[in-house]
């Protein structure tokens, strides 16, 4: 199975402060994924990156893909209250046939 | 855009008795539904691969007797908790793969169903 290994485990952090959690993974990457999620509730997709070397943004939030495809960071400025959840980097096998998640970044933002 | 429709959001059950999630694509076919199972503050754990079908392809570990997965339809995908227990309460969640053209895979989530078993 693909093994994605999140960190850090939790944050907190002041309100408009920058922030980075990583994830990594034992096999190449075909497509990272990311998603926000609020406990016990939906995930909200945010960004999806393939190529390596891939930056995406949206709003405040960046996320790169490494050149090998084994890492990939998420990235956000001026932190919100707002962007407080669990944060999960997901991938799949070059086939899809299954589709994993990370350990999971919990996100505590202070106002 | 995409929605997954997982049905009920809510279920109290009590122990021995079975309970059925449905995980519905409202708006597109999903040859691939995955089932995901969330312990407190843990992250979501791949439980099963559903394909519209054919049997489904469970992770290891998770018992294939007490879960039961049907992918009957491109639309729909069902998961039944068999004789539940309390160690089996848990937040359950679907999404379903639709495929947007080569290598572009998009994976939709269903709102999650909470399952409590007195």
């Known amino acids: 199975s693909q093994e994605l290994e999140q960190s850090p485990q939790s944050l907190i952090v002041q309100e408009g402060k920058n922030l980075t959690i990583n994830c990594t993974s034992s096999k190449t990457l075909y497509g990272l994924y990311w998603y926000k999620q609020k406990y016990g509730e939906g995930l909200i997709f945010l960004m999806m990156l393939q190529k390596g070397g891939e930056e995406k943004s949206h709003e405040k939030i960046t996320a790169k893909l490494d050149e090998k495809k084994q890492q990939s960071s998420l990235h956000i400025t001026a932190s919100q209250p707002s962007h407080a959840g669990i944060y999960l980097c997901g991938a799949a096998p070059y086939n899809f046939n299954k589709f994993y998640f990370g350990s999971g970044t919990k996100l505590n933002v202070k106002p | 855009g995409a929605v997954v429709s997982q049905h009920p959001s809510r279920v109290i059950c009590k122990s021995g008795t079975s309970v059925k999630i449905e995980c519905r694509s409202l708006?597109?076919?999903?040859?691939?539904m995955f089932w995901y199972r969330q312990f407190p503050k843990k992250s979501l754990m791949l439980m099963a691969t559903s394909n519209e079908g054919s049997k489904a392809t469970y992770e290891q570990g998770v018992e294939k007797d007490k879960f039961l997965i049907n992918h009957a339809s491109l639309t729909l995908s069902t998961l039944t908790v068999t004789s539940a227990h309390p160690e089996d309460s848990s937040f359950y969640i679907c999404?379903?793969?639709?495929?947007?053209?080569?290598?572009?895979?998009?994976?939709?989530f269903g709102a999650g169903s909470r399952l409590t078993v007195l």
């Open positions: 999404s379903a793969r639709e495929r947007r053209g080569p290598g572009a895979n998009v994976l939709t």
């Open positions: 708006d597109f076919q999903a040859t691939t």
